[in-house]
């Protein structure tokens, strides 16, 4: 692979959640301090959301390991919940919290409030995040909103992060019993040029790089043909240097990365060269005539 013929000790691009390598921009940034702050206040709910490829599983990774770092703090990550039943996706948050599921739902679910109830005198802050969290059912939302009645009069037993694409959004405008809940919205939306360049830079030397080789022409069309999107950039950037390595290049190009988009078959607008003659307006021109 490339890595060692452009000087890296890994591959800067892998589209894997890896926390080492989420660039934080502002929204990032936002995004984590608000969650922790209402973690850490025992607020209850926080909802992250955004387009795919937006960054919401390593933003929850990330969470994640922060979350972990503390022995104060007792947390579970729950990723795709696609469970068929609330009961199922019960059962599912006591195993990963290590509480023993009860015979019936009601007592199971008597049994973890006793549990969080214990957790809380202890101090410990009970964690649950849930990815992909648009997957879940009305009855699993239900369940959502039951463990955020375990509560005293001014804090929460259990903290719960919802991470998920905009349907998730969509779905709780629609429960507001449960919206009216969310102590805080977080949304994830695409990167800006600016932005696109610094997270570029900022991969590049955390596998290892120092000077990235991207033209500033082939960034302008990198984050065209992305839109912007950080999953789309590092797949697009990723199939880019490929193409330089095989080539023998020292530098991306423009071409390259116009290249590694039909290879990936990214949607690119026509080039002004690529414009057809308007035969239908002298058509209708001829047919007014």
Do not use: C
Not at 244 to 259: H, T
């Amino acid at each position: 692979m490339y890595t060692e013929y452009f000087g890296l000790a890994e591959l800067p691009f892998s589209i894997s959640p890896d926390p080492r390598y989420l660039y934080l921009t502002p929204q990032h940034r936002e995004a984590l301090a608000k969650t922790q702050y209402i973690v850490n206040q025992k607020g209850g709910l926080a909802v992250i959301y955004g387009d795919v490829g937006h960054g919401k599983t390593t933003v929850a990774r990330r969470l994640y390991h922060l979350f972990k770092e503390d022995q104060n703090n007792q947390t579970a990550l729950l990723i795709t919940p696609d469970l068929k039943t609330d009961s199922a996706l019960l059962r599912r948050v006591m195993a990963e919290f290590g509480v023993p599921p009860r015979r019936s739902h009601a007592l199971s679910l008597a049994a973890f409030q006793d549990f969080a109830a214990k957790a809380f005198e202890q101090d410990k802050t009970l964690v649950l995040m849930v990815d992909e969290a648009q997957q879940m059912t009305p009855r699993m939302m239900e369940l959502i909103r039951v463990f955020l009645n375990f509560e005293t009069d001014t804090q929460k037993f259990i903290q719960i992060l919802l991470f998920g694409q905009n349907e998730l959004a969509t779905t709780l405008d629609k429960m507001p019993a449960i919206k009216s809940r969310v102590a805080m919205f977080g949304a994830l939306t695409n990167l800006t040029r600016h932005d696109m360049e610094a997270m570029i830079d900022f991969r590049w030397k955390a596998a290892g790089g120092t000077q990235h080789p991207f033209t500033a022409e082939a960034l302008d069309v990198l984050y065209d043909l992305s839109r912007g999107r950080p999953r789309e950039v590092n797949k697009l950037a990723n199939e880019s240097l490929i193409r330089a390595f095989v080539s023998e290049q020292s530098e991306v190009s423009a071409d390259m990365v116009r290249a590694a988009a039909r290879e990936l078959r990214m949607d690119a607008p026509p080039a002004p060269s690529e414009a057809k003659p308007k035969k239908r307006t002298e058509k209708k021109a001829k047919a007014k005539a």
